[in-house]
């Protein structure tokens, strides 16, 4: 009986301290907690604005409840522990809405979230308040939001390493991965682009930057401003990161042989007008997205590359025939994400001589801040992030000169004649608004 008990308290531990670490992370708008062994230590990280920062460290022998624990709640097989495993969970928390945060001086507070997490896989959050008080999927929803809930998805990656396994909790909130294409920091200038050629009925829409640069909120935002009950869209995702109402998701499978180049060749019988595909990896995919889009559709994806012409450069590679590149593409969107300026303690300093020079910051007259370090960011000077944008949208002369077998050093040339706002323009325009310094735009593009 004592050792019943004993393991009972064992157990209310090891859920309390993973409620605790992520509701912390929450507090702190953490995207992602690593836990990982080392040495004699569990080590703890919070990525913070896409920088991981050091949390507590604990002894190592209360890894493995940890990782059972947290591999229960999200459905893993706690017998593996030589192979990579991916799966997640759902629960929600109650954050006080900013202002009677502000007001209250208040952490969010641990609530359902013991009770969420123990009847996780049977019901949702959602699901919960539905059965219970017998309303909608939409009022539940929104009753969710009203009383100032959030509902997280967690997304758990277990990856064995020569210490053992370490531990990945990807936190998805969804007020945070929604966001309008103005939320996202576009200017007006490139809003007017980027709407002129998501909006046309046939082509193809290229979202391209680094991992991590927020490829995949641009295209959600772009599905959320086309979206009508009119129009069809289907989603290629690995892996659907949220669920977006109204349109129909498609989870890739290349275990099962479903990767995206099978996906593509059936999606026409779905009777799709867009089509949005995660990511284009393989000239398969490329050569079957083009020509579908060629046959009268609009479609919507990435390619890891990192400029406007780099785009190009990187379907030629895949070796994709030229006239198809300058024809089938209605432009290029190429993005960063940067660090923005903590609003509660900007102070006036001056831009690094390095940092003036490349982003041609001579000869403007501008007060310069930056963030001095706050309780409000952590000491970081930084609070949030902002897209910076490169936009293009594929013009006649720039076709022909694709066809023509120009070189990427010549249509750089042409691109910036006709006016395309490169990632240095945007960025420059931000540091002058005071969005961002010059040295963290440095860093980015
Ligand atoms: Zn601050």
Same mark, same amino acid.
């Given at each position: 009986m004592a050792k019943y008990t004993e393991q009972m308290d064992e157990e209310e531990r090891m859920e309390n301290f993973i409620s605790d670490l992520l509701l912390r992370a929450v507090a702190d708008r953490a995207s992602d907690i690593h836990i990982e062994p080392a040495g004699a230590n569990i080590r703890i990280r919070f990525r913070i604005d896409g920088i991981l920062k050091d949390q507590e460290t604990l002894p190592i022998y209360d890894l493995e409840r940890i990782i059972i624990k947290i591999k229960v709640l999200s459905n893993?097989? /706690?017998?593996?522990?030589s192979m990579p495993q991916d799966g997640h969970f759902e629960f929600m928390v109650e954050l006080p809405t900013e202002a009677i945060k502000k007001k209250r001086n208040e952490t969010p507070k641990r609530t359902h979230l013991t009770d969420a997490v123990s009847r996780l896989y049977s019901k949702t959050p959602v699901e919960h308040i539905q059965e219970e008080e017998g309303v909608s999927r939409e009022r539940a929803e929104k009753t969710i939001l009203d009383e100032g809930k959030r509902r997280l998805d967690i997304r758990v990656s277990a990856f064995p390493t020569i210490e053992g396994e370490a531990i990945v909790l990807r936190i998805l909130n969804r007020e945070e991965i929604l966001l309008s294409l103005e939320e996202l920091g576009m200017s007006q200038d490139v809003l007017q682009k980027v709407r002129n050629m998501i909006t046309r009925p046939y082509g193809m829409v290229l979202v391209t930057g680094p991992? &991590?640069? &927020?490829k995949t909120t641009t295209l959600y935002a772009v599905l959320r401003e086309i979206l009508t009950s009119e129009r069809n869209i289907i989603t290629l995702e690995d892996p659907v990161e949220l669920n977006l109402e109204g349109v129909r998701q498609v989870q890739i499978n290349p275990d099962r042989q479903f990767d995206f180049a099978q996906g593509i060749r059936s999606i026409l019988r779905q009777d799709p007008d867009a089509i949005m595909i995660g990511? /284009?990896?393989d000239g398969e995919t490329a050569e079957n997205a083009i020509r579908t889009s060629l046959a009268g559709k609009i479609i919507y994806t990435t390619v890891h590359a990192n400029t406007v012409i780099g785009t190009i450069a990187r379907l030629i590679d895949m070796n994709i025939d030229r006239s198809l590149i300058a024809y089938a593409i209605n432009g290029v969107i190429s993005q960063r994400l940067v660090r923005k300026i903590c609003t509660n303690c900007k102070i006036a300093y001056d831009p690094s001589g390095a940092s003036r020079k490349y982003f041609g910051l001579e000869g403007y007259d501008t007060r310069y801040v930056k963030g001095k370090g706050c309780s409000e960011c952590s000491g970081t000077g930084f609070r949030g992030r902002v897209g910076i944008f490169e936009v293009f949208a594929f013009d006649l002369d720039l076709r022909s000169l694709i066809v023509e077998r120009s070189s990427m050093a010549t249509l750089q040339d042409y691109v910036q004649r006709a006016g395309m706002i490169s990632l240095i323009d945007d960025a420059r325009e931000k540091i002058l608004a005071g969005l961002t310094t010059a040295e963290e735009a440095m860093r980015a593009v």
């Open positions: 893993l097989d /706690i017998a593996t522990h991992s &991590g640069s &927020g990511e /284009i990896r």
